[in-house]
């Protein structure tokens, strides 16, 4: 291990990404001001197909990539990733945090021409993020009620306070619209509009193909004026990354969105002018990549043997060579784009120390045996991303050296769910853990203790810190936003002194665009947004 | 017509190996870890443990096993395939969706293989020993040893980024709408290079077996009666070795069915072609029970309507079969 | 033995069995030449070939050197190709032996079941079972064994039926044999020349079935597999393309040995058509 | 007869590729044959009488040579004319029939379609003049209802009319020279008897010249006006046919024909009163293919068989194929269960006995096959093969070995032949370890089941000889099925006529053969070819 790192100059290494890194910086090479061009027909890459397209009932960015363009949300993000109404125009909190005003935006219609009331708000809230959003069922936990005194206003009624950037943070996600008329009877998950979405977006709902394409044309009375300048979108459905390259080089893909091609792919294209390939806009979907312990070995209850583990991996060297510049080094389970919560480097770190890590097994009783093999531990790797396979084979390399034997066992995606968070079935696991503009909508779960058994990417570590819940319990309900953000502080320093769960990288995903898009990645959370403004130059 | 007997008894003895299938397939896939739910929650990124057991009610997973396989057999018998939870249609529209890409794939490689693996057979037994029939052999082993999804990604590289002559995968150009034959046309460009690659192996095997059988029917007496006969060597081909060379190759399509649906999965990854080989791929990965038994049950029909058409085939060729009945 | 003679006699033989003996004795220089874990991290991710004296052939994308899992590779395909076609062979003969000799109402569920298996595709059986059992060696081995039994049973099915009548087995049954003695004694050495030959194709095939696994990321990861390396090397194909291209000409190289071999004893055995 | 021949040889000779037995098929034959004349080739297998025919329509396989010699036929020599010309000769000039006439028409094709084919090739009469051409010569051949045989498929005629299709197909476009290459061996003797008659009178009307290949001296006697005899590869003797049947000069000659065994019988030998053997009404019907008993074939093998053994003597069942003979020597081995009826043997009923008691008690009674090259298994040595049966039944196998020794000495094989295998053996010599097997149990009865029908005849000879002389020794009964009825005359006390299934006639060989009662026994006697020859000839060498 040591004579290749001798061998290895950082210097090559970092030129290489540099020139990389030349292109990304100022993606946008300033444009004159040319008049946005109507028209044109926009192809994305659609890696995973979902099996149904409904924002309000399903949180993840395989559906925002779609419905995104088709439903609106009460609430998006603007350039510098602050709150900005969309079917809101404005919004008042209660001093005591309990009841939640917001005023709709006037003559909006659905794609099939009925008026856009108060009443659709009420409805989605109550029936669908409350009973069936994956993470809005556990943010609107304690929402009791919406009242529609009139068709304009919505008023949301909280049992506890519910501190209002926290829920204008998650509205842009966890805040789909669906038209009452439509899923007022009958089964939700049932229903076929979940299957042909009709929304207020800019965009309208035209075929879905199943295993080929999708296709949603321009809405031509949408509340905006003079919007949306794209003709139509196509999505189309291919499994192989490398083959999806190749269709963007053929012409026949202009966007691949949220990291869908090959590391090495979107490196090479960064270097062909006819792409620009950047992390700008999406902030808002960082990820850290975990090492998640089972409590239940014996070994890794032991504190010592998780920071020797921490310690005997050279995360830095991992993210020069293996992650190119699409990665940064992690502090901890909130990622330093989110400007409202990062905490800073004041947290407790694991740097790389063989020798520390030698001495930590040492003194925890785990001699060096034949061979210099300790103990032997299972790791079982998620099957999606292709960060994944390498971190894991990088994680099995390291420990070898440290004399701990590590056997990675391959699941498919319901089979490693299953194995990890519900029948416990493993020592290490690793994966992505989704940062989702606020902590407490998907990373405390990581840690509060309490989780049902089963409920994925949530502590089934066997491990409870009565200090950590406490933390956690008082940033949800902290009304004051500096306070919270302190909680959220002295939350990061407490799991990082125990390090149940360590989360050493940080990634953005990567967005691989053609060079003739305008008004692109100009918002944090760009990939899902409704593409009102996207045009095509010449 | 005694052939019709002789083909509808080939049905009926193929419908006890049809539920020997369909009953060992559920059994098996009931001892994976995790099921369709795990997969919904792990495709969806979230999901707490309430809506993972409404779901899991939902799709009738709580019921015990015999109860699901007496369920889902009851079905069967009245050919409702059952509910795709992936794709939350009947599982018979998901296939029938599915099935055009994957019958003219199959169909497409399957004469190319046949195709030229006559042709080569019959000039590398013509020139037996010489050149072109080792150039022939050699060439037919090194088709059969490339791995087929390995030929694919370099057929990719090589023709449609480097050359640009041909799309890069999909089942049709989706940009504009085609009607007639344009549309034929694309679809076609489309599909050359999945049937080179789905159809070289078995291009390797038809030679083989092609070569083999043409060399065995030279040797054989009635030959000899032709050239007997002043018969100059391509009539004598033409006229009697041919036909009766072809016996076997015709039995090995009946054979090949199966294999070649398995070797669609990898082609259809490849090509990202919306077929039921990946279908099935998908099915397996999202414990879709109900569609991966669908596709089993229709792969075997397609098996059983392959045998019964290689039946009609060899009963017009050899006479013999015919008559004994 | 004049079969051996006219094995050697053709070329395309003797190159096969040139080539199978280099990829075995690869297989045993593996510990010798390359003594480190070959997945064990040599180098910096994705150098080219012979541009860095220390890795002839390049590393992979996970810094790990390739000439060193092509050896080691060899040591595994051999081993999956190996035992998974013994496991075929066996289930096959058995079943092939039985359904052959008794015929009647054995031959007849014998068949169907032989049926079954070759009516599933192949590919999505292997799957199945890949997904149920987990993806280690010995299970991807297994799986590869159960998914091919079925056409050397149907291959020594034919053999046991033609020659059940054959007078030297009345012979053996007037002589007072039982019929194991029949079976094992008397008709399995004749039967089992061709099934011995086919079994080529079963290891050819094999070793393919273990790659299309590593593709689609099913195989066992613990292990430096050339089928894995392929899979590895198809998420940098654009630009590194001999990640991939090299594992794909050693699978190349050893099918095209065992087929030439095996073509070669299928000629050396039943000499009519060799001679022709 | 003496103008100017068809077609003569001279000093040709065809040299055999390396690895062969030996390394000329032909040396140096000269041989001529004139129109409206048969000559008969007759040799063992091995003679080259088939290289010789083949060699004339230049179809000799790849590697095999014509080295010398030239073959003058209609003023040029066949071995230098090029092929497109040969191919004129083929068919037109020089037609050819085979031996097997199951395998010699193309089983995918109308017989009329493949004689059809002669005309379309060398003439260019139309579809309908073809036709009629067709018609007229299978009536030529006197093949049934000519119309519905044109448009049949080889596999629904019998043997015989696919035998008189190929002989309408030969002589289509009225050839000069006709070669037959044992056109009637594989037939049976009355079939036989009809398609030599056939090609007499063919032969006579069109005043082609014949060249007829056979190893049998009964069909010599028969047909031919010359005679040719050839060995390894040489032409030992040459003549008319009343010349070398009944004055041969040289040695091999006169030696082959004391070996074909004549018709009359010697005097009866005195037969013992008690029968170790009795069969009463065996019966034995086969059902094949049908689905649920419907539409199933039911052919009866057998039809209420009785026959009686004394001990010590040897009873010949005959008959032609498909009389059964063979299924009743397998029902009484067992190796076929009847359907009704007793076989006693030294009084112990063996259809009742069960599988277990059948493999204890099969000891006493042993059995000799017909193929010597597929009723030996050619994966053991010869010594084994022989110690097989007593080791089976707990003979500790070093004394089961060295008996196999002895027996070797006793059936006239060299005991140290043992350790080899049995394709390194001849055909006769392969008999004779099937007979040391058979005899190593020491049984009471022995079922020679075609025996010698697939040996030369002067290797049936000596096999015969040995035969007789261990009936003398051991006291052996044996049970003798053959369809030559000269062997049966020679070996067999009794014997008994079957046809379809049924004995027609049974008693002692001298009576059946002299004064044969039933007419279809006098019509099998009638077709043995060779007239007065069968009958009387020269044995003492």
Redesign the interface.
Known sequence: ?DL?RL??NRRT?LLTSAAIAANVINPMRAFAQEAPKKGG?F?VHYG?E???LNPSI?????VYIISGKIQESLVDLDADGKPVGVLAESWESSPDGKTITFKLRKGITWHDGKPFTSADVAFTAMNMWKK?L??G??LQLFLTAVDTPDPQTAVFRYERPMPLNLLLRALPDLGYISAKHLYESGDI??NPV??APIGTGPFKFVKY?????I?ADRNADYWRPNAPYLDRI?W????????A???L??G?LQYAPFSSL????MA?LGKDKRFIVTTKGNEGNARTNTIEFNFRRKELSDIRVRRAIAHAIDVPFFID??LGDFAKLGTGPIPSTSTDFYPGAGTPQYPFDKAKAAALLDEAGYKAGAGGARFSLKLLPA??G?DI??W???I???L?DVGITV?????????????VY??HAFDLATGWH?YRNDPAV?TTVWYRSGQ??????TNQWDWEDKQVDQTIDNALTELDPTKRKALYADFVKEVNTELPVWMPIEQIFVTVITAKARNHSITPRWGSSSWHDLWLSA | MRIIGLAGRRLAASIPTLFLILIGVFLLLQLAPGDTVDALMAQMGGGDAATARELRKFYGLDLSIPAQLANYLWHLVRLDLGFSSIYGKPVATVIMERLPPTILLMTASLSFAFFFGLVFGVIASRAVNKWPDTLISTLGLVFYATPSFWFGLMAIVVFSIYLQWLPAGGFEDIGEVRTGIFRVIDIARHLILPTLTLGLIFLAIYLRIMRASMLEVLNLDYVRTARAKGLDETRVVMGHVLRNALLPMVTLIGLQAGTMLGGSVVVESVFSLPGLGRLAYESVIQRDLNTLLGIVFVSALLVVVVNFVVDLLYARLDPRISAEG | MDAAKRYFRSPAAVIGLVLLLAVIAMALSAGVLYPRDPLALAGRPLVWPFTNPRFPLGTDNSGRDIAAQIFYGARISLLIGGVATVIAVAIGTLIGAFAGYYGGWVDNILMRITEAFQTLPNFVLLLVLVAVFGSTLTTVTIAIGIVCWPAPARLTRAEFLSLRNREFVQAGRTLGMRDLQLILGEILPNALPPVIVYASVVMALSILLESALAFLRLSDPNVASWGNLIGLGRDVLRVQWYVSAIPGIAILVTVLAVSLVGQGLNDALNPRLKSR | MSEQPILSLEGLSVRLPRGADRTHALNGVSLSIASNEILCVVGESGSGKSMMANAIMRLVPGEVAIEAGRMMFDGRDLCTTDPAAMREVRGAGIAMIFQEPMTALNPLRTVGDQIAEMFRIHTDLSKAEIGERVLSLLEDVRIPSPKTAAKAYPHELSGGQRQRAMIAMALALDPKLLIADEPTTALDVTTQAQILKLIRDLQQRKKTAVLFITHDFGVVAEIADRVVVMQHGKIVEQGTADDVLNRPTHSYTKQLIAAVPPLTAPPPRPLSSDNILTITNVAKTYRTGGFLDRGARVTAAVKDASLTLPRGATLGIVGESGSGKSTLARCIVRLIDPDNGAILLDGKDWVKLKRAEIRRETRHIQMVFQDPSASLNPRRKAAELVAQGPIVHGTPRATAMTEARELFALVGLDPSAGDRFPHEFSGGQRQRIGLARALALKPDVLIADEPVSALDVSVQAQVLKLLGELRERLGLSIVFITHDLRVAAQVCDLVAVMKDGEIVEHGLVADVFSRPQHPYTQALLASVPGGAFAREHQTAV
């Open positions: 291990m290749t061998e290895i290494a027909v192809n995973a979902q099996r149904q399903q949180a993840s960015t395989g069936i994956n993470y069922s556990t998950r049932q979940n299957l193909e199943r295993g080929q394409y296709i196509v189309k459905v291919i499994t192989d990354r490398s083959a390259a190749a269709q080089e053929a026949e090959t590391i090495s792919d090479r060579n293996f099957p999606w292709e396979s390498l894991s084979t990088f099995q390399q390291s070898k056997d990675i066992v391959r699941n498919d995606g319901g089979g490693f769910l299953k194995q519900d029948e989704q998907s049902p058994k089963g409920a994925p990417w």
